[in-house]
């Protein structure tokens, strides 16, 4: 099943005078159960294309596709219901809540949505056990190791049960053996909920567990192996 | 409330140390609304006591019984007029009153009204004025603690009155004195002892006071004549040092408030900007600005119930220890008015911060904005 689809995708700014084209007719497709890497040196426009996916950023042509919806036909008000319900971010570095505890991180998706209910409790210790981090529900993020607060981050963009997941970095400040672990948590994840998942990365290592890997510079996107 | 709840009890000290402040604001609020109703209360609670709606005074004396002098006749005249329930005498004059065995003289007022009518305050220990006991008093209880008794023998300084107390009553305070109330004839016979003191009016009386549901001043001054008469808040506005005095503390109360409002706003706009980046990652993964916005007002709403809730359990305590003879009379309505106006000021002024909360980026979430 196809859930996200980029199409012909174009993204231009104005700097001092001449335009810089950070994404170049950029298409792509991801699949659910699909986890695609792109990596590429950084200004190569990686980040850009993920916050366009992430309705973060309006592109200057071209369309996002997730689940049939076309990005571009939300209104500005309609895009935070549309990050709420259609995207999970994993964000570089966790960027968790510091007031919160690791439950709490995600049941502030669901407060965002309405209520929690006693479901959506469940749901959240199932997701944090999956992560192995069932011991860990009443910790506040500064007494977690970099790990763990990463696969917090993990559970806390699938917590929302979107279509999409996307992962920004997510094994930047990591050291290799809690990367590796990172993402194959993000994979297992991945395949067992059936997202479509596009992970942006410098970490060559880590593409082992990725479906396909798309290599961006210079704002072309282009499929390898 | 979700968040606003959870960082509180994650950032004690920060919000303790803003919900003093807010606790020290609305302690100087409450006691200064204290302060100030136990002023107007000296000043005029006689007036504020009268169960009467309208003061008929002499014309030109604008609303001051001091300069008022009118004929007690006047008062069949209006009696007559349709609009009148009922209308009473009434008299004032200061005065200093003392007693053998005590050699501190105590200034008093001493007010004329008739035995038996409607501006008689009610007694609460000895009896009723009575026209047959000439030099019978009504004293406020607060001479009681200055050392008179019912049956006392009061002398009245510079004359030879000598008045007997019959019956004590409560809260009468007049031009910021304890009052003794006399009937109309002890009263006349002390203010205008000097021949011609009283203007060459026969029976005079500083005012007549009215009883009416529906009265217009203008129409009524004509049909009367020679009168000028005010509603019993425009009487009260006119005792001497009333509207300064409450002018003052108002003016105080304005200024607290709006301090209040300054300061929750500033502090809030600082830790909104502080927290720009967890507003943006919140807005990342999905939040709007509405939700952020609730967060911050609740929060707000919270610090401040808790800090004026504080502030009045510290008033009350205060008072406790107050001085007994400080003017200071605390109402539980305006302490309720005051809690709410500062309530609402400050629920008001964190809405400074919504603008910043919705100029947030999302994209600083992603740690880089290109």
């Known amino acids: 099943m196809q859930r996200l689809e980029v199409k012909n995708m174009t993204k231009t700014y104005e700097e001092g005078g001449s335009t810089i084209t950070a994404l170049n007719k950029v298409s792509m497709i991801v699949e659910a159960g699909e986890l695609v890497a792109i990596i590429g040196p950084s200004g190569s426009g990686k980040s850009t294309l993920l916050s366009a996916v992430g ?35 994993i964000l570089q570095t966790s960027n968790l809540i510091p007031y919160l505890n690791v439950l709490d991180q995600l049941l502030l998706v669901k407060k965002m949505a309405g209520k929690v209910s006693t479901v959506d409790q469940q749901f959240a210790k199932q997701l944090l056990s999956d992560l192995g981090l069932e011991k860990k529900y009443r910790k506040f993020p500064n007494e977690l190791s970099g790990g763990e607060r990463q696969r917090v981050a993990i559970a806390r963009a699938f917590m929302n049960d979107s279509s999409v997941i996307l992962a920004d970095e997510p094994t930047a400040s990591l050291d290799s053996k809690r990367a590796f672990e990172v993402v194959q ?11 479509a998942a596009i ?27 | 409330m979700f968040l606003a709840l959870k960082e509180i009890k994650h950032a004690k000290l920060r919000y303790t140390m803003i919900t003093m402040i807010i606790v020290l604001i609305a302690w100087l609020t409450f006691i200064l609304s204290g302060l100030g109703n136990g002023l107007s209360t000296l000043s005029a609670a006689t007036i504020k006591n009268l169960n009467a709606n309208y003061v008929v005074y002499g014309e030109g004396s604008g609303a001051k019984f ?12 209006i009696d007559l007029q349709s609009e009148v329930e009922d209308s009473a005498l009434f008299g004032s004059a200061m005065a200093a009153v003392s007693k053998e065995g005590i050699n501190e003289k105590t200034d008093i007022a001493l007010l004329g009204i008739e035995a038996g009518s409607f501006i008689e305050p009610k007694v609460i220990e000895g009896k009723k004025l009575d026209k047959n006991i000439k030099n019978g008093v009504l004293a406020n209880n607060s001479l009681q603690d200055k050392g008179y ?23 009468e305070t007049y031009n910021h004195l304890p009052v003794l109330f006399s009937t109309v004839e002890q009263w006349r016979a002390y203010q205008f002892a000097a021949p011609g003191a009283n203007n060459g009016i026969e029976d005079v009386v500083n005012a007549i006071v009215i009883q009416s549901s529906n009265l217009d001043a203008e129409s009524f001054n004509k049909k009367i004549g020679g009168i000028e008469t005010a509603t019993k808040n425009q009487a009260i506005n006119a005792m001497p040092g009333y509207m300064e005095e409450n002018g003052t503390i108002v003016m105080m109360l ?14 809030f706009y ?57 003017p ?3 109402n539980p309505t305006l302490v309720v008015l005051y809690g709410f106006a500062l309530l609402l000021i400050s629920v008001l002024s964190s809405f400074v911060c919504v603008r910043q909360v919705s100029k947030v980026d999302p994209l600083t979430a992603l740690g880089r904005v290109e």
């Open chain 2, 149 to 171: 008794a019912i049956g006392d023998e009061i002398k009245v300084d510079s004359s030879t009155i000598v008045l007997k107390i019959v019956g004590f009553v409560e809260n």
């Open chain 2, 66 to 77: 001091s300069k008022s002098l009118i004929s007690a006749s006047l008062k069949e005249k």
């Open chain 1, 185 to 195: 948590l993000i994979s297992n994840e991945v395949k067992k909920r059936k997202k």
């Open chain 2, 254 to 267: 304005v200024f607290l408030i709006v301090i209040s409002a300054f300061v929750i706003a500033v502090f």
């Open chain 1, 55 to 89: 309705a973060l950023l309006q592109p200057t042509s071209g369309s996002v596709i997730v689940n049939g919806k076309k990005i571009e036909d939300l209104k500005e008000k309609e895009l935070s219901e549309f990050r709420l319900n259609e995207i999970g971010f």
């Open chain 1, 199 to 225: 992970m942006v990365t410098h970490d060559e290592r880590m593409l082992t567990y990725c479906d396909r890997v798309y290599r961006m510079e210079d704002g072309v996107l282009t499929l390898q192996s």
């Open chain 2, 270 to 326: 600082v830790l909104t900007i502080q927290k720009s980046q967890q507003f943006g990652v919140m807005k990342a993964i999905g939040a709007n600005n509405g939700f952020l916005t609730k967060a911050i007002v609740s929060q707000v709403f919270v610090i401040s119930l808790v800090g004026i809730l504080i502030g009045v359990v510290l008033t009350y305590l205060t008072a406790l220890v107050f001085p007994a003879g400080m």
């Open chain 2, 328 to 330: 200071f009379n605390l």
